[in-house]
């Protein structure tokens, strides 16, 4: 459960900005939408973050923000030494002279110092990166904090200084392993990746919940290929099963769909009836083919607990189906292990759906600068409030400006 972050000077967003979807005790309770933000916490999230706002407003560079510090966490390690770090700075000469921060905090299990799986506790990871105009990307902070009861004050798990310097308490790393990653820790990576690559237990652990992170976002410049994900879904017959079942029951006209070996590699056959010939994924609907490639993102979400994030989830598929997908992550069936949707979001209708802790706004000032802010944080909106006409009506921010 990610329930708070801060982004500064990473790209549109200029000036820091805070998502905290914290809601407390007071606001009616929501089973399966608003959840405890981690155990014996009164404050809940929603397992839903709807993101809206005009083209170009900032939404997707929200959910670039969690995809990169993500990635920097597990992957920094392994990029070349010397290559840019897969971000940029709001494209001003004064903004790219200075730092980028961006600040996760979420909860995961405590089991670091009390061994203790089965409870989860608040984590605050923070990135602090120089600026460009210095010799290639240096981090100037990174920190990794934690609180393991609610009468305790957040304890540092590591921090490292700008000198590369990092402080760790005693139970993180071995004094060898402490050694080593003095020697081979790089300015430009990560101490988590670092440590990762000495197999550090509690690294390790933490590469594990960043890669519970999915996100369709392009951030290695990379999209997945057709081959890779149909090789995804013939390595996975649980995925093609759970594929199989959710295709018909929102009614795509599919009727089946065959994962089989053609001319040395995996080709999908969907089944429609009516048809004597199975049909190939170039010549579906558009809307099919995007569920058949978002899907794999969503269930591995759902089956690890992880967090989907999903750039523009309603493109090309039908309004109507757009709630069922969210009913999924609502579901404690579907949902056991409280994974959660972050996505950007233009299909308005579906607000009709969305409660107003759910929606988050990005807003572009005149600057160029992306704003953002939660609906909830709108003064005097009630839960029978129809958001919808009132947010195409302009009320709450977030819309085109045309003419």
């Not at 009164?42 to 839903?48: F, K």
Request: hydrophobic share 40%.
């Amino acid at each position: 459960m990610l329930y708070r972050i801060e982004i500064e000077n990473f790209f549109s967003v200029r000036e820091r900005q805070v998502i905290d979807l914290t809601v407390g005790r007071k606001v009616p309770d929501e089973p399966g939408r608003l959840v405890p933000i981690h155990d014996g916490s009164d404050l809940r999230a929603p397992s839903v973050v709807a993101i809206y706002g005009a083209n170009a407003s900032g939404k997707s560079n929200v959910l670039r923000a969690v995809a990169f510090a993500a990635w920097f966490i597990q992957s920094s390690f392994q990029q070349q030494a010397g290559n840019a770090l897969l971000y940029q700075k709001f494209e001003t000469k004064e903004m790219i002279g200075k730092i980028t921060r961006l600040s996760l905090t979420f909860a995961g299990l405590d089991g670091m110092m009390t061994g203790d799986l089965s409870k989860t506790c608040p984590y605050v990871y923070t990135l602090e990166l120089s600026s460009r105009d210095t010799e290639g990307d240096r981090v100037i902070l990174e920190s990794l904090y934690y609180r393991p009861s609610a009468t305790a004050r957040m304890s540092r798990i590591f921090e490292r200084n700008e000198d590369g310097e990092v402080k760790a308490a005693k139970w993180v790393a071995t004094s060898k392993e402490l050694s080593v990653l003095k020697s081979i820790l790089r300015p430009d990576a990560s101490v988590i990746s670092t440590l990762g690559q000495l197999n550090n237990a509690l690294a390790l652990n933490f590469i594990r919940s960043a890669n519970a992170i999915d996100s369709n976002i392009l951030l290695t410049r990379f999209e997945q290929s057709d081959s890779d994900l149909l090789k995804q879904y013939a390595r996975n017959d649980l995925l093609l099963l759970d594929l199989n079942r959710d295709i018909r029951r929102i009614d795509l006209g599919v009727d089946q769909v065959h994962i089989v070996a053609e001319n040395g590699g995996p080709v999908a056959r969907f089944v429609h009836a009516g048809l004597d010939g199975a049909l190939p994924l170039l010549i579906e609907s558009h809307g099919t083919q995007q569920f058949f490639k978002i899907y794999p993102l969503l269930h591995r979400a759902l089956a690890l607990g992880g967090i989907a994030l999903v750039d523009e989830l309603d493109v090309a598929i039908h309004p109507a189906i757009l709630p069922e997908i969210l009913r999924w992550f609502f579901d404690p069936d579907r949902n056991p292990h409280g994974a959660q949707l972050w996505m950007s979001c233009h299909a308005v209708s579906l607000l009709d759906d969305l409660l107003k802790e759910e929606v988050v706004i990005c807003e572009k000032s005149p600057s160029g600068a992306t704003e953002v802010y939660r609906l909830a944080d709108i003064q005097g909106i009630r839960r029978d409030d129809n958001i919808l006409q009132k947010y195409l009506g302009g009320v709450y921010g977030g819309v085109p400006s045309i003419g």
